[in-house]
């Protein structure tokens, strides 16, 4: 049976809005490219000179109301996304494709998620890099039972909690199965990442404890261990997952390494392709195949859905509310949750 070609709309040219149009573009059978709509004119010239039949546009509420897409996928800064998915519920589409993090505030993560559920509208947010190889051969060293039940996971990285700790505790969460954390503890420290884009504590460190018993360490920021020379800053992370009989891990520079109850007391390690543009891009066609076959099939759960992202998003909350609060907290985070934490880290924290 043929499949369904989904119409897709792309907001934002910037580093990540090129990655999604290529994703997109590799998965021309599934997915054509609509529209497109910046406010850079050179930018939309270069798309028209490209890919013929794309329609540009410098509005994006046009855009959806001329060309009712089948998919709205937009790459810009976490402090528009609420608006955007507005827009979504607004013009009908089936399915968004949204960056990471899902928003700048609990309210604004709680109105998204509402929307999206009371429309209808299959979301995913772009923690892609589950998709790389060495995360893959870590999933192979974990469900191959070669490391034995997994006991406790830890994620770092350099970047700060609400930049790249959103991509880290998703990739825990993926890990150990999709199975949600019920309490989580925290600390966190330092004013100066708290005006960013991506506002955040400078450094944050959360004990988490999922519902299957196991246990997590997450650390985000400047204290959290360096393994890479500082221009691959932000690829200087790194998942670990350990089990009753081993340990391994990935990065998302391609290296990973195991001990493992068939590696003979030796320590396995290897590298995958170093990040790249040309990685990027092939893990961006992967994830954004999963997006048409979730859509074609909403059986299989695409493995960034919303959902799990916004667990994610409570936790780092709750890394935060616990440090504030000296407190253990519980999870699920309440619905209806209005306390600015952003705002309570700017009062409370030390200089
Ligand atoms: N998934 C990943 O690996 C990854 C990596 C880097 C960045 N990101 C995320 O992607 C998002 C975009 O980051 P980027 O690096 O592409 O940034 P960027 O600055 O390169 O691009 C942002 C784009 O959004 C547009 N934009 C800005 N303000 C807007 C507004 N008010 N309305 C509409 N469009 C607006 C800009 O014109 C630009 O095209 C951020 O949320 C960031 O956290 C994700």
């Known amino acids: 049976m043929e499949k369904p070609k989904y119409r897709v709309a792309l907001l934002g040219l910037g580093n990540r809005g090129w990655s999604?149009?290529?994703?997109?573009?590799?998965?021309?059978?599934?997915?054509?490219?609509?529209?497109?709509?910046?406010?850079?004119?050179?930018?939309?010239?270069?798309?028209?000179?490209?890919?013929?039949?794309?329609?540009?546009?410098?509005?994006?509420?046009?855009?959806?109301?001329?060309?009712?897409?089948?998919?709205?996928?937009?790459?810009?800064?976490?402090?528009?996304?609420?608006?955007?998915?507005?827009?979504?519920?607004?013009?009908?589409?089936?399915?968004?494709?949204?960056?990471?993090?899902?928003?700048?505030?609990?309210q604004e993560t709680r109105e998204i998620g509402r929307l999206i559920r009371e429309h209808g509208i299959q979301t995913v947010v772009c923690h892609q890099h589950k998709y790389l190889s060495s995360f893959q051969k870590l999933k192979q060293f974990v469900q191959s039972g070669d490391i034995g039940d997994i006991v406790r996971i830890h994620g770092k990285t350099r970047g700060w909690l609400y930049n790249s700790g959103t991509h880290f505790v998703d990739y825990m969460l993926w890990i150990n199965g999709g199975i949600k954390a019920d309490w989580v503890t925290g600390h966190v420290h330092g004013k100066d990442k708290l005006d960013d884009s991506h506002?955040?504590?400078?450094?944050?460190?959360?004990?988490?404890?999922?519902?299957?018993?196991?246990?997590?360490?997450?650390?985000?920021?400047?204290?959290?261990?360096?393994?890479?020379?500082?221009?691959r800053f932000w690829t200087d992370n790194r998942l670990t997952v350990y089990g009753t009989h081993g340990y391994a891990w990935a990065e998302t520079d391609g290296r990973w390494g195991a001990f493992t109850r068939h590696s003979g007391g030796q320590i396995l390690e290897g590298q995958e392709a170093l990040w790249s543009p040309a990685?990027?891009?092939?893990?961006?066609?992967?994830?954004?195949?999963?997006?048409?076959?979730?859509?074609?099939?909403?059986?299989?759960?695409?493995?960034?859905?919303?959902?799990?992202?916004?667990?994610?998003?409570?936790?780092?909350?709750?890394?935060?509310?616990?440090?504030?609060?000296?407190?253990?907290?519980?999870?699920?985070?309440?619905?209806?949750?209005?306390?600015?934490?952003?705002?309570?880290?700017?009062?409370?924290?030390?200089?």
């Open 20 to 106: 999604h149009l290529a994703g997109f573009i590799a998965n021309e059978e599934q997915f054509e490219l609509s529209a497109v709509c910046s406010s850079s004119g050179d930018k939309l010239q270069t798309v028209k000179n490209r890919y013929a039949g794309c329609l540009t546009y410098s509005d994006a509420e046009q855009m959806l109301a001329e060309v009712r897409p089948d998919v709205f996928c937009f790459a810009t800064p976490p402090s528009v996304r609420l608006s955007l998915v507005k827009l979504a519920a607004r013009y009908g589409v089936k399915a968004i494709a949204m960056e990471k993090p899902i928003a700048n505030s609990m």
């Open 199 to 231: 506002p955040s504590p400078a450094y944050a460190l959360g004990e988490l404890h999922f519902a299957n018993g196991v246990t997590g360490i997450i650390e985000c920021g400047y204290l959290s261990p360096s393994y890479l020379p500082s221009d």
């Open 279 to 351: 990685v990027k891009d092939a893990i961006q066609a992967d994830y954004t195949s999963d997006l048409a076959d979730w859509m074609n099939d909403p059986g299989r759960l695409h493995a960034c859905n919303f959902e799990i992202s916004e667990h994610g998003y409570d936790i780092l909350y709750g890394i935060c509310a616990s440090s504030l609060d000296h407190a253990r907290i519980d999870l699920p985070l309440p619905q209806e949750l209005n306390e600015d934490i952003i705002e309570r880290m700017k009062r409370e924290l030390r200089d």
